[in-house]
Protein backbone atom coordinates (compact mmCIF):
# COMPACT_ATOMS: atom_id res chain seq x y z
CA UNK A 1 0.00 0.00 0.00
CA UNK A 2 1.13 3.30 -0.44
CA UNK A 3 1.98 5.76 1.66
CA UNK A 4 -1.08 8.52 2.07
CA UNK A 5 0.70 11.94 2.04
CA UNK A 6 -0.53 15.42 1.58
CA UNK A 7 0.92 16.15 -1.22
CA UNK A 8 -1.38 12.93 -2.48
CA UNK A 9 -4.53 14.03 -0.78
CA UNK A 10 -4.17 17.53 -2.98
CA UNK A 11 -3.22 16.02 -6.08
CA UNK A 12 -6.82 14.10 -5.80
CA UNK A 13 -8.26 17.18 -4.42
CA UNK A 14 -6.95 19.54 -7.22
CA UNK A 15 -8.10 16.29 -9.83
CA UNK A 16 -11.67 15.85 -8.56
CA UNK A 17 -12.38 19.18 -6.67
CA UNK A 18 -13.64 16.62 -3.12
CA UNK A 19 -12.73 17.80 -0.26
CA UNK A 20 -9.97 17.09 1.53
CA UNK A 21 -11.41 14.62 3.76
CA UNK A 22 -13.05 12.44 1.12
CA UNK A 23 -9.70 12.81 -0.46
CA UNK A 24 -7.79 11.30 1.98
CA UNK A 25 -10.23 8.05 2.81
CA UNK A 26 -10.73 7.58 -1.07
CA UNK A 27 -7.04 6.99 -1.22
CA UNK A 28 -7.14 4.53 1.79
CA UNK A 29 -9.95 2.79 0.49
CA UNK A 30 -7.61 2.53 -3.12
CA UNK A 31 -4.41 1.39 -1.19
CA UNK A 32 -3.08 4.86 -2.44
CA UNK A 33 -3.93 4.21 -5.63
CA UNK A 34 -5.16 7.60 -7.60
CA UNK A 35 -6.84 6.45 -10.47
CA UNK A 36 -8.95 3.86 -8.23
CA UNK A 37 -9.35 7.13 -5.56
CA UNK A 38 -11.08 8.66 -8.58
CA UNK A 39 -13.22 6.37 -9.43
CA UNK A 40 -14.49 5.69 -5.93
CA UNK A 41 -15.04 9.83 -5.66
CA UNK A 42 -16.94 8.86 -8.66
CA UNK A 43 -19.46 6.08 -6.87
CA UNK A 44 -19.75 8.38 -3.83
CA UNK A 45 -20.92 11.22 -6.54
CA UNK A 46 -18.21 13.39 -4.43
CA UNK A 47 -15.84 14.32 -7.51
CA UNK A 48 -19.06 16.15 -9.09
CA UNK A 49 -18.73 18.81 -7.45
CA UNK A 50 -15.78 20.32 -9.61
CA UNK A 51 -17.73 20.29 -12.50
CA UNK A 52 -19.99 22.91 -10.98
CA UNK A 53 -17.91 25.05 -9.63
CA UNK A 54 -18.32 27.88 -12.42
CA UNK A 55 -21.52 28.26 -11.90
CA UNK A 56 -22.96 31.39 -10.48
CA UNK A 57 -24.12 30.80 -7.12
CA UNK A 58 -26.47 34.29 -6.03
CA UNK A 59 -29.20 32.57 -3.38
CA UNK A 60 -28.60 30.88 -0.53
CA UNK A 61 -29.17 31.69 2.89
CA UNK A 62 -27.88 34.28 5.89
CA UNK A 63 -27.52 32.49 9.29
CA UNK A 64 -26.75 34.19 12.48
CA UNK A 65 -25.82 32.82 15.57
CA UNK A 66 -25.36 34.59 19.36
CA UNK A 67 -23.56 34.11 22.35
CA UNK A 68 -23.34 36.41 25.58
CA UNK A 69 -21.92 39.89 24.13
CA UNK A 70 -21.21 38.48 20.20
CA UNK A 71 -22.83 37.37 17.21
CA UNK A 72 -21.64 36.38 13.82
CA UNK A 73 -23.42 36.17 10.63
CA UNK A 74 -22.81 34.46 7.53
CA UNK A 75 -23.92 34.11 3.87
CA UNK A 76 -23.58 30.76 2.68
CA UNK A 77 -25.01 30.74 -1.57
CA UNK A 78 -26.21 28.32 -3.81
CA UNK A 79 -27.20 28.53 -7.52
CA UNK A 80 -30.79 28.61 -6.72
CA UNK A 81 -33.80 29.84 -4.27
CA UNK A 82 -35.11 25.86 -3.82
CA UNK A 83 -31.83 25.06 -1.92
CA UNK A 84 -32.35 27.44 0.61
CA UNK A 85 -35.23 25.56 1.30
CA UNK A 86 -33.10 22.33 1.69
CA UNK A 87 -33.16 21.31 5.34
CA UNK A 88 -30.01 19.89 4.82
CA UNK A 89 -28.68 23.27 3.53
CA UNK A 90 -30.18 25.15 6.63
CA UNK A 91 -28.20 23.32 8.93
CA UNK A 92 -25.03 23.36 6.93
CA UNK A 93 -25.49 27.09 6.88
CA UNK A 94 -26.68 26.97 10.55
CA UNK A 95 -23.59 25.37 12.00
CA UNK A 96 -21.22 27.54 9.72
CA UNK A 97 -22.43 30.30 11.57
CA UNK A 98 -22.00 28.47 14.84
CA UNK A 99 -18.21 27.81 13.94
CA UNK A 100 -17.60 31.72 13.02
CA UNK A 101 -18.93 32.42 16.42
CA UNK A 102 -15.86 30.40 17.90
CA UNK A 103 -13.25 30.75 15.42
CA UNK A 104 -13.89 34.27 13.83
CA UNK A 105 -13.85 35.83 10.61
CA UNK A 106 -11.20 33.80 8.84
CA UNK A 107 -12.83 31.96 6.16
CA UNK A 108 -9.69 29.59 6.02
CA UNK A 109 -9.59 28.21 9.53
CA UNK A 110 -13.52 28.19 9.45
CA UNK A 111 -13.73 25.87 6.13
CA UNK A 112 -10.59 23.83 8.11
CA UNK A 113 -13.14 23.46 11.37
CA UNK A 114 -14.69 19.95 11.82
CA UNK A 115 -18.72 19.86 12.35
CA UNK A 116 -20.34 17.38 14.08
CA UNK A 117 -20.54 15.01 10.76
CA UNK A 118 -17.07 14.16 10.86
CA UNK A 119 -16.22 16.10 8.16
CA UNK A 120 -14.59 19.59 7.97
CA UNK A 121 -17.20 23.12 7.23
CA UNK A 122 -14.89 22.87 3.78
CA UNK A 123 -15.62 19.14 2.93
CA UNK A 124 -19.52 19.40 4.34
CA UNK A 125 -19.77 21.72 1.56
CA UNK A 126 -18.11 19.65 -1.10
CA UNK A 127 -20.35 17.03 0.15
CA UNK A 128 -23.73 19.03 -0.25
CA UNK A 129 -22.23 20.12 -3.62
CA UNK A 130 -22.47 16.34 -4.61
CA UNK A 131 -25.55 15.19 -2.87
CA UNK A 132 -27.89 18.02 -3.95
CA UNK A 133 -26.92 19.20 -7.52
CA UNK A 134 -25.74 22.53 -7.30
CA UNK A 135 -22.44 25.07 -6.79
CA UNK A 136 -22.36 26.72 -3.31
CA UNK A 137 -19.84 28.72 -1.59
CA UNK A 138 -19.22 30.39 1.95
CA UNK A 139 -18.96 33.91 0.31
CA UNK A 140 -19.08 36.22 3.88
CA UNK A 141 -18.96 36.30 7.47
CA UNK A 142 -19.11 38.84 10.10
CA UNK A 143 -18.20 38.68 13.82
CA UNK A 144 -19.45 41.38 16.40
CA UNK A 145 -18.06 41.65 19.78
CA UNK A 146 -18.32 44.05 22.85
CA UNK A 147 -17.07 43.96 26.27
CA UNK A 148 -19.88 44.42 27.87
CA UNK A 149 -23.23 44.80 26.66
CA UNK A 150 -25.39 43.48 23.66
CA UNK A 151 -24.85 42.11 20.19
CA UNK A 152 -28.20 41.58 19.30
CA UNK A 153 -29.58 40.21 15.72
CA UNK A 154 -32.27 40.69 13.66
CA UNK A 155 -33.25 38.40 10.56
CA UNK A 156 -36.26 39.94 8.11
CA UNK A 157 -38.71 37.19 6.73
CA UNK A 158 -36.72 34.07 8.29
CA UNK A 159 -37.66 30.82 6.80
CA UNK A 160 -36.28 29.34 11.01
CA UNK A 161 -34.74 31.36 13.96
CA UNK A 162 -31.93 32.78 12.53
CA UNK A 163 -32.07 31.39 8.99
CA UNK A 164 -33.35 34.10 5.93
CA UNK A 165 -31.94 36.21 3.04
CA UNK A 166 -31.38 39.80 4.89
CA UNK A 167 -29.64 39.78 8.10
CA UNK A 168 -28.59 42.26 10.57
CA UNK A 169 -26.02 42.40 14.05
CA UNK A 170 -25.92 45.31 15.84
CA UNK A 171 -23.42 46.01 18.79
CA UNK A 172 -24.50 47.57 21.76
CA UNK A 173 -21.95 48.56 24.62
CA UNK A 174 -24.21 49.13 28.09
CA UNK A 175 -22.82 48.11 31.50
CA UNK A 176 -25.02 45.00 31.66
CA UNK A 177 -26.97 43.00 29.09
CA UNK A 178 -30.83 43.63 30.10
CA UNK A 179 -34.19 42.65 27.93
CA UNK A 180 -34.56 46.08 27.18
CA UNK A 181 -31.18 45.98 25.82
CA UNK A 182 -31.79 43.22 23.62
CA UNK A 183 -35.07 44.23 22.59
CA UNK A 184 -33.50 47.59 21.20
CA UNK A 185 -30.68 45.93 19.55
CA UNK A 186 -33.12 43.77 17.73
CA UNK A 187 -35.37 47.24 16.89
CA UNK A 188 -32.09 48.68 14.95
CA UNK A 189 -31.88 45.66 13.31
CA UNK A 190 -35.08 46.05 11.73
CA UNK A 191 -34.49 49.61 11.38
CA UNK A 192 -31.15 48.74 9.13
CA UNK A 193 -33.06 46.11 7.39
CA UNK A 194 -35.50 48.26 6.28
CA UNK A 195 -32.92 51.39 5.98
CA UNK A 196 -29.50 50.50 4.57
CA UNK A 197 -27.51 53.08 6.07
CA UNK A 198 -23.87 52.87 4.80
CA UNK A 199 -22.34 53.96 7.49
CA UNK A 200 -22.38 54.29 11.48
CA UNK A 201 -21.50 57.62 12.18
CA UNK A 202 -20.51 60.87 9.98
CA UNK A 203 -16.93 60.71 10.40
CA UNK A 204 -17.15 56.71 9.12
CA UNK A 205 -18.61 57.88 5.88
CA UNK A 206 -16.54 56.62 2.65
CA UNK A 207 -15.43 60.15 1.63
CA UNK A 208 -14.82 59.11 -2.03
CA UNK A 209 -18.47 58.52 -2.09
CA UNK A 210 -18.98 62.04 -0.11
CA UNK A 211 -17.10 64.16 -2.54
CA UNK A 212 -18.77 62.20 -5.13
CA UNK A 213 -22.37 63.66 -3.74
CA UNK A 214 -20.58 67.08 -2.90
CA UNK A 215 -19.66 67.30 -6.59
CA UNK A 216 -23.26 66.39 -7.74
CA UNK A 217 -24.94 68.84 -5.47
CA UNK A 218 -22.42 71.72 -7.02
CA UNK A 219 -23.62 71.16 -10.61
CA UNK A 220 -27.06 71.13 -9.50
CA UNK A 221 -27.12 74.63 -7.75
CA UNK A 222 -25.11 76.01 -10.16
CA UNK A 223 -27.80 74.61 -13.08
CA UNK A 224 -30.32 76.16 -11.09
CA UNK A 225 -28.76 79.69 -11.17
CA UNK A 226 -27.87 80.34 -7.90
CA UNK A 227 -25.18 82.73 -6.94
CA UNK A 228 -21.64 81.47 -5.88
CA UNK A 229 -22.33 83.41 -3.19
CA UNK A 230 -24.78 81.20 -2.10
CA UNK A 231 -24.31 77.98 -3.82
CA UNK A 232 -21.83 76.66 -0.75
CA UNK A 233 -24.59 77.27 1.91
CA UNK A 234 -27.08 75.48 -0.31
CA UNK A 235 -24.96 72.31 -0.56
CA UNK A 236 -23.92 72.24 3.24
CA UNK A 237 -27.73 71.80 3.74
CA UNK A 238 -27.92 69.21 1.20
CA UNK A 239 -24.86 67.37 2.25
CA UNK A 240 -26.49 67.54 6.04
CA UNK A 241 -29.97 65.51 4.26
CA UNK A 242 -27.30 63.31 2.81
CA UNK A 243 -26.31 62.58 6.34
CA UNK A 244 -29.67 61.65 7.65
CA UNK A 245 -30.47 59.32 4.42
CA UNK A 246 -26.87 57.22 5.03
CA UNK A 247 -26.18 57.83 8.20
CA UNK A 248 -27.72 54.87 10.72
CA UNK A 249 -26.91 57.49 13.95
CA UNK A 250 -28.44 60.69 12.14
CA UNK A 251 -31.46 58.90 10.51
CA UNK A 252 -34.91 59.60 11.87
CA UNK A 253 -35.97 55.88 13.78
CA UNK A 254 -38.84 54.14 11.48
CA UNK A 255 -40.78 53.03 14.53
CA UNK A 256 -41.65 56.63 15.37
CA UNK A 257 -40.86 58.54 12.86
CA UNK A 258 -39.56 61.47 13.78
CA UNK A 259 -36.62 60.74 16.29
CA UNK A 260 -33.33 60.28 15.62
CA UNK A 261 -31.47 56.99 16.54
CA UNK A 262 -28.47 58.60 18.13
CA UNK A 263 -31.40 60.28 20.58
CA UNK A 264 -33.15 56.57 20.98
CA UNK A 265 -29.55 54.81 22.00
CA UNK A 266 -29.08 57.94 23.84
CA UNK A 267 -31.93 57.59 26.17
CA UNK A 268 -31.54 53.75 26.66
CA UNK A 269 -27.97 53.93 28.28
CA UNK A 270 -26.15 52.62 25.40
CA UNK A 271 -23.60 53.44 23.07
CA UNK A 272 -24.17 52.05 19.23
CA UNK A 273 -20.57 50.78 18.21
CA UNK A 274 -21.48 48.80 14.88
CA UNK A 275 -23.60 46.94 12.79
CA UNK A 276 -23.44 44.85 9.75
CA UNK A 277 -26.32 44.06 6.97
CA UNK A 278 -26.10 41.40 4.33
CA UNK A 279 -28.53 41.01 1.34
CA UNK A 280 -28.29 37.48 0.18
CA UNK A 281 -26.87 37.93 -3.32
CA UNK A 282 -25.85 41.29 -2.91
CA UNK A 283 -23.51 42.46 -5.27
CA UNK A 284 -23.55 39.39 -7.88
CA UNK A 285 -24.77 39.16 -10.71
CA UNK A 286 -27.33 37.18 -11.13
CA UNK A 287 -28.31 35.22 -14.27
CA UNK A 288 -31.74 35.47 -15.30
CA UNK A 289 -34.10 32.78 -15.82
CA UNK A 290 -37.43 32.10 -15.82
CA UNK A 291 -39.39 30.42 -13.63
CA UNK A 292 -39.96 27.31 -15.59
CA UNK A 293 -36.12 26.89 -16.32
CA UNK A 294 -35.69 27.23 -12.85
CA UNK A 295 -37.69 24.80 -11.57
CA UNK A 296 -36.41 22.06 -14.41
CA UNK A 297 -32.88 22.72 -13.25
CA UNK A 298 -34.17 21.83 -9.81
CA UNK A 299 -35.60 18.59 -11.14
CA UNK A 300 -32.34 17.76 -13.04
CA UNK A 301 -34.04 18.48 -16.43
Given at each position: MAEITAA????????????????????TEAAGDMEAAIDWLRTKGLSQAAKKSGRVTAEGLIAVASAPNKAAMVEVNAETDFVGRNEHFQAFAEAVAHVALEVGENLDAI???TLASGRTVEAELTHLIAT?????????????TVPSGTVASYVHSALRPGIGKIGVLVALEAPNETDA???LG????MHVAATRPAALEVASVDPQSLERER????????ESGKPEAIIDKMVEGRIRKFYE???????????DGESRVAKIV????AKLVAFERYQLGEGIEKEENDFAAEVAKAAGQ
Amino acid sequence: MAEITAALVRELREKTGAGMMDCKKALTEAAGDMEAAIDWLRTKGLSQAAKKSGRVTAEGLIAVASAPNKAAMVEVNAETDFVGRNEHFQAFAEAVAHVALEVGENLDAIKAATLASGRTVEAELTHLIATIGENMSLRRVRVLTVPSGTVASYVHSALRPGIGKIGVLVALEAPNETDALVGLGRQIGMHVAATRPAALEVASVDPQSLERERAVLVEQARESGKPEAIIDKMVEGRIRKFYEEVVLLEQIWVHDGESRVAKIVEKAGAKLVAFERYQLGEGIEKEENDFAAEVAKAAGQ
